[in-house]
């Protein structure tokens, strides 16, 4: 298995045919998107902007679809939903449509659109994601980041997956070396470090201090999404 590591978007140059893309964003998209899926939504769409997210939906029934996403980590106007993984309760999304962006996240998933496998990673769903990739012949883990910059909650999900799949032969590129280095110099004190970054900081302060908790429960939602055709479902397990 050939592993590469993107450490933000720009740096994500496509990939081989029939090789997996994981996009990372732990705080907060990725783990919003399994907790959406979670919680019986039928199925997310990713979108750029909220000039589309709002056309999007106007051909689904005001009862079937639910707008979410956030500029500048909060909420947009008029929508129903933020892009906090705690809003995206059964009671709420059960069976409906989901239209997301966000500042980071969706913009990732759209340098990957045209990758033959996309996959959905973050701490919540680490052990469900590791073994859909793990037959793949090439995987690049592609992380979001903020505003362009490194995130180290990313890159250090990123380098968990590049241990948790470094098994027999691999070929690791630099950043996939560095990625698991990170990993395992912080795993013992993994929420410690993780909720002391910038991104994290910024969102303590917004009043979003849980979702950071809710982010680093490692396998808590064991549900694995996959982008095809513009849309997000659930691989059946």
Do not use: W
Request: glycine share 8%.
């Amino acid at each position: 298995m050939r592993i590469s590591v993107a450490p933000v978007p720009r740096q994500f140059a496509g990939t081989e045919p029939g090789a997996a893309v994981v996009m990372i964003d732990v705080f907060r998209a990725s783990t919003t998107i399994v907790a959406a899926l979670a919680a019986g939504a039928r199925f997310v769409l990713p979108v750029a902007d909220v000039e589309q997210a709002v056309k999007l939906a106007e051909p689904y029934a005001e009862n079937e679809v639910l707008l979410g996403g956030e500029r500048e980590c909060q909420r947009i106007d008029g929508f129903q939903l933020g892009n906090s993984p705690r809003e995206y309760t059964r009671e709420i999304v059960a069976g409906k449509i989901v239209i997301l962006t966000t500042t980071n996240g969706t913009q990732a998933l759209a340098a990957a659109k045209d990758a033959d496998t996309v996959l959905i990673g973050s701490f919540v769903n680490f052990g469900a994601v590791a073994d859909a990739v793990a037959g793949s012949k090439a995987v690049t883990i592609l992380c979001a980041g903020n505003n362009g910059r490194l995130s180290l909650e990313d890159f250090a999900c990123a380098g968990g997956l590049v241990d948790q799949l470094a098994k027999g032969q691999l070929q690791l590129d630099d950043a996939a070396l560095a990625a698991r280095a990170a990993y395992r110099s912080l795993r013992t004190g993994l929420a410690r470090v993780l909720t002391s970054t910038e991104h994290a900081l910024l969102l303590a302060d917004l009043g979003f201090g849980a979702d950071l908790d809710f982010a680093l429960r490692v396998d808590s939602l064991p549900v694995v999404p996959v982008l095809s055709e513009g849309r997000i479902a659930a691989l059946p397990s």
